[in-house]
């Protein structure tokens, strides 16, 4: 616990740093992008880490979240600052309303069944002309005016700590659920279903309010991802979207908070890193989804963790081996 | 009206495609509890493999599809080998995962090898009207439509009838009394999940013919399939046939009445209202398996 509290307010302060010494606007940008996953990756972890049922529909969440900033600031003509909140109401409402239908089946019902709420999102956003503008997309969301004089470097200088503000408050969040009790509730619904029933834990409640909190992130994500690319299309609920979160938080280690911010940031410069790359890239990223699962099944963080709870027991053999050489020396 | 018909033939003639698509799915859910979402990949293979066969090799249709199944067979067979066995019993997560990376993996790697250009397998007859009264039906898909009958029911013969399908039910029941009895469980499940390959890959050809193979085909293959395999129920041989048939008809009603834009959302519709209300699938006797 105060390691991981540590870890995040460690992380968070360095980050905060970074833009005084990078100048570089590329940098600047794929910064961004490491943030902006790591939201994403921090919301899909409440539920695959916490819930313990594996969602393959969160880009449902951030999709509704992206249409929802984009359709009040172009139509509705919101400030920025009014419209990121909301389009995290809205996604966590549509939360409650996926949630409390998916939550009730578990295993391969409730991925299969997450996956279809993400794709009828998509085909509406893709279908719905009138309201989304189709497969074209809603372009030109605007960004605040100021920003037009203020140049480029200043510009990205401005999403990055709006990035790292909405990174702070899904970390805030998270951190506040996860050693609540009604986290630890889900967490017990997460290791044995009936010993928490047994104990009063209601497994729907815990989980509901861990997915509904996982909604309201990722659509907070959406919201900053329209205004900072300024173009939202159907393309946001694509399957891709979800594959790099589930790796993130996959290859950090579900189930904790450090992990999946060290999943967005391997991930994200794995991929502008390989970009070079193309098409062979997502071959790649395949087999390291297989390598995980068979080779590193609790992640980067389960790794460590496993590290040091070896490390105790091993270490007095190596403390005698080493202490009569230094005798012979 | 006078249009129903034809709309009720096309409905059963995809129903039947669907259908063919979702056994291998079916099966390997069913008997091996492993959500393969690589599953569609495994058609895409099938199909464009297909494509090589009869036009670069030459052959005709029905070798090809011998070749083809033979390749897939041994395919799914290393893969479950390799693969799918280290996490055998873990639960049902690192399975997803693991296919899910699979299905990456293949998919992205068959876009290196052969672009995104639709690939036609030279299929078996031409593709000629037949006039059934008012009711036109391409003779490709007659013949399509009869080729998935009979490979429905050769599966469903060597599930219930042969030595190797009494060794699969038994190793789905109790894989422990199984070992007991003396079956190799280890090579069951392999030969299960070849076999699934093989029906994916079998009809991801035969279709092939009709349409034409495509590298990118695999998710939405993929979904379809789960929306079958939800609706008939998981593992239920019959309820794969009956859920790819009222796939079909629904989404050729919804395309001819309503809107052809939506027409993939019926399927989805149909996967959410039948985990509301019928979670266990219209062939709702939880017991019943392939």
């Known amino acids: ?329 | 009206m006078d249009v129903l018909p034809q709309f009720l033939v096309n409905g059963l003639v995809i129903g039947s495609f669907y259908a063919l698509s979702a056994l291998g799915l079916t099966l390997i859910l069913g008997l091996m509890r492993v959500v393969n979402f690589a599953h569609g990949e495994l058609y895409m293979l099938g199909g464009v493999m297909g494509w090589w066969v009869t036009n670069a090799l030459g052959l005709d249709f029905l070798t090809g599809l011998a070749l083809v199944a033979l390749v897939m067979g041994v395919f799914g067979w290393l893969v479950d080998r390799v693969l799918i066995e280290r996490i055998r019993s873990q639960g049902e997560e690192p399975g997803i995962l693991l296919t899910i990376g699979l299905s990456i993996f293949l998919a992205n790697t068959a876009l290196l090898v052969f672009g995104t250009a639709p690939l036609k397998v030279e299929g078996p007859v031409s593709s000629g009207p037949v006039f059934f009264g008012p009711i036109v039906v391409t003779k490709i898909r007659l013949f399509a439509v009869a080729v998935c009958a009979v490979l429905i029911l050769a599966a469903y013969l060597l599930i219930q009838k042969t030595r190797l399908g009494r060794a699969m039910r038994a190793t789905f029941q109790d894989p422990m009394a199984a070992q007991l009895a003396g079956i190799k469980t280890a090579n069951i499940y392999a030969c299960t999940f070849a076999l699934g390959t093989i029906i994916a890959s079998m009809a991801g050809m035969l279709l092939g013919s009709i349409y034409s193979a495509q590298v990118s085909i695999g998710g939405l293959v993929s979904m379809k399939a789960f929306v079958v395999v939800i609706l008939g129920g998981m593992g239920s041989f019959a309820g794969a046939v009956v859920g790819g048939l009222l796939l079909g008809i629904a989404e050729s009603l919804w395309g001819g009445y309503v809107a052809t834009g939506w027409v993939d959302i019926i399927g989805f519709a149909i996967v959410i209202l039948t985990l509301v209300f019928r979670p266990y699938g219209l062939f709702s006797r939880r017991a019943e398996r392939a």
């Open chain 1, 1 to 329: 616990m105060r390691f991981e509290r540590n870890a995040l307010l460690a992380t968070l302060l360095i980050t905060a740093l970074l833009p005084l010494v990078i100048r570089d606007q590329y940098l600047l940008h794929v910064a961004i992008m490491v943030l902006f996953y790591a939201v994403l990756a921090t919301s899909l972890n409440l539920i695959v880490g916490y819930v313990g049922e594996f969602s393959l529909g969160h880009t449902a969440f951030l999709g509704t979240g992206a249409y929802a900033a984009a359709l009040l600031s172009t139509k509705l003509g919101w400030p920025m600052w009014a419209t990121i909140p909301a389009a995290g109401l809205l996604a966590a409402f549509m939360g409650l309303l996926i949630g409390s239908i998916t939550l009730r089946l578990q295993g391969p019902f409730f991925v299969i069944v997450t996956l279809s709420f993400a794709e009828v999102l998509r085909l509406v956003a893709d279908n719905w002309v009138a309201f989304t503008n189709g497969p074209m997309g809603i372009a030109g969301v605007p960004q605040p005016s100021w920003l037009a004089q203020a140049g480029n470097l200043a510009t990205r200088q401005f999403y990055f700590y709006l990035a790292w503000g909405v990174l702070a408050i899904s970390l805030y969040l998270a951190y506040r659920f996860v050693y609540s009790s009604a986290g630890r509730a889900a967490v017990a619904v997460r290791e044995n279903r009936y010993v928490a029933q047994s104990v009063g834990i209601r497994p729907f409640r815990y989980a509901m309010l861990a997915f509904v909190l996982g909604a309201l992130l990722a659509g907070m994500a959406g919201g900053f991802y329209a205004h900072y690319i300024s173009f939202v299309g159907p393309e946001v609920f694509r399957f891709a979207f979800m594959v790099s979160m589930i790796i993130m938080v996959l290859i950090g280690g579900k189930g904790t908070l450090v992990g999946p911010l060290l999943g967005a940031l391997l991930v994200t410069f794995l991929e502008e890193y390989l970009r070079e790359a193309k098409e062979l890239r997502l071959s790649l990223f395949g087999l390291a989804v297989m390598g995980i699962v068979l080779f590193l099944p609790r992640g980067l963080m389960g790794f460590l963790a496993t590290r040091r709870e070896v490390r105790p027991t091993a270490a007095p053999p190596v403390a005698v081996a080493i202490a009569p050489r230094r005798q012979g020396v």
